[in-house]
């Protein structure tokens, strides 16, 4: 699985990458596509608000395409939010 972090006008930070890399690599066992891909797209929307940091996966493959979209505090929390939602969706196309 091809992986694809994209941070929009901010540079990411090592702790951040790595958390991703963490919580992503579970899906090329999930998927079971070696051509399956993940798009990881963080903005932050407006900096003096709190909930301004907003997460948008998607994941490409041979079937449906998947997408998530979450805005919360931290970027963290807005990817756990995204795979945990992406994770349903796998789970009703299982049941398909």
Do not use: H
């Amino acid at each position: 699985m091809k992986l694809n972090v994209n941070p929009v006008n901010f540079d990411i930070a090592e702790r951040l990458e790595k958390y991703i890399t963490k919580k992503t690599a579970r899906y090329e066992k999930v998927l079971n596509n070696p051509s399956a891909e993940m798009e990881i797209r963080m903005t932050v929307v407006k900096p003096e608000t709190n909930l301004n940091k907003q997460t948008q996966v998607r994941v490409l493959g041979n079937g449906p395409e998947m997408f998530a979209e979450k805005t919360c505090d931290t970027f963290e929390q807005g990817i756990d939010l995204c795979l945990e939602a992406i994770d349903r969706q796998i789970e009703k196309l299982k049941d398909k």
